[in-house]
């Protein structure tokens, strides 16, 4: 929807083609850093996500046995003065609501689930789960992380289980009202990469969000938001500090899912189509950049789109995939490795991006 309204913003027509039949309130956070909160601000949508968001006061990072505070940045004001724009934290329906009241209902047509593509020369043509096809100047497969476009152009390439799986939960602030800096976003860091507790606010500071993830040697289910047991994390951070270990006490109904990833891929766009978001570089969620990613790839691709005829589709899409394959492979790598921000606060390549100036050339 990001990618919708700024190609519409760039004078183009869109139809954005989405399996779900209704949108229904699931899910959980989403954690806006200030290169996405300054890339959606220019979609005319900021102004409602901080009517609901939260803005985490310090972006701090604490050893998880020992407690010792071993990264602290200053976000809100200070990174709405350094980078534009300051971090939400915010409910991801609340977003997907603010990004679907900017377009036309009619550019929105649920229950049509796309089985692939034929991506020619001069134009792509989209086919759906139900036989019906329709051929388009660009098809932009921003299908997640099991995208049926990136199949249809590259081949079967399943996503890789990391061996871990995230629980979230949500509890009231007014429950907990002892426990220090729930106003902030704090990670705690565990002896393995494999374990952390990230808690920060939401809807406007009333809840507190919780995030942890636990190794598991392998997973079956399928889904988002399967029921988890809060105990098991109690067990495996009994040796977390006392107040870690007190955030999780304030916890009583965990979700759970799988952290699956992709390679960076060497190319993204054939002939009149390409790929954006989950589709294009899925990641683990250990940077909050994922979603983050999606918002800078639409307003790129908008730009390198901007006065294009059809003719001009193939070498924008170079444009856009120029820019924005480092970028995104970068994070990807980063969020892999679960370092960044353990120690040190310079975040500024990834927050300082500005995806409506950087040079798409
Ligand atoms: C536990 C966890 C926490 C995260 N936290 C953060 C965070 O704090 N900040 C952040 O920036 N990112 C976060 N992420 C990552 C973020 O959720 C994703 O990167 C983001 O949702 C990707 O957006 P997308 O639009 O590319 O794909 P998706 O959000 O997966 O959307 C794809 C859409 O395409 C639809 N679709 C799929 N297949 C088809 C088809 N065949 N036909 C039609 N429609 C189809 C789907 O129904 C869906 O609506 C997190 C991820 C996880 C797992």
């Not at 019906?132 to 081949?155: K, Q």
């Not at 789109?305 to 120029?322: K, W």
Request: some cysteine.
């Amino acid at each position: 929807m990001s990618a919708a309204i700024a190609l519409r913003q760039a004078g183009h027509e869109v139809a954005v083609f989405e399996k779900t039949r209704a949108f229904n309130r699931v899910g959980a956070d989403i954690n806006l850093t200030p290169n996405a909160v300054f890339a959606v601000d220019r979609l005319g949508v900021g102004d409602v996500l901080r009517e609901t968001a939260a803005r985490p006061t310090f972006r701090i990072s604490r050893d998880g046995e020992t407690g010792e505070e071993t990264s602290r940045l200053p976000m809100s004001s200070a990174a709405e003065e350094k980078y534009g724009a300051p971090q939400l934290t915010i409910h991801r329906s609340d977003l997907l609501e603010a990004l679907r009241d900017k377009l036309p209902e009619e550019t929105l047509l649920l229950g049509r689930a796309v089985t692939g593509v034929d991506s020619g020369a001069t134009s792509a043509t989209v086919k759906f789960e139900d036989g019906t096809e329709e051929t388009f100047d660009l098809v932009v497969g921003a299908d997640g992380i099991h995208s049926a476009i990136r199949t249809a152009l590259w081949g079967e390439d399943h996503p890789k289980y990391t061996g871990m799986v995230s629980y979230r939960g949500v509890f009231p602030k007014d429950t907990a009202p002892e426990l220090p800096d729930l106003d902030a976003f704090t990670k705690w860091w565990g002896e393995i990469p494999e374990k952390q507790i990230v808690v920060f606010p939401l809807t406007g500071g009333k809840e507190i969000f919780v995030f942890s993830t636990l190794p598991q040697s392998d997973w079956s289910e399928e889904g988002w938001t399967l029921p988890g047991d809060v105990e098991d994390l109690r067990t495996a951070y009994a040796n977390f500090h006392e107040d870690a270990r007190n955030i999780l006490d304030c916890v009583s109904d965990v979700t759970r899912s799988a952290l699956h990833v992709r390679d960076p891929m060497p190319q993204w766009a054939k002939g009149h189509t390409t790929l954006l978001g989950d589709a294009a570089h899925p990641m683990v969620p250990f940077m909050a950049q994922g979603a983050c990613m999606a918002i800078e790839d639409a307003v790129v691709l908008a730009r390198a789109l901007d006065g294009a005829t059809s003719a001009d589709i193939p070498a924008a899409l170079a444009r856009y995939e120029e820019e924005r394959k480092p970028r995104t492979a970068q994070i990807q790598e980063s969020s892999l490795a679960n370092e960044w921000l353990k120690k040190g606060s310079n975040a500024d390549w990834v927050y300082g991006y500005d995806a409506w100036n950087t040079p798409v050339t």
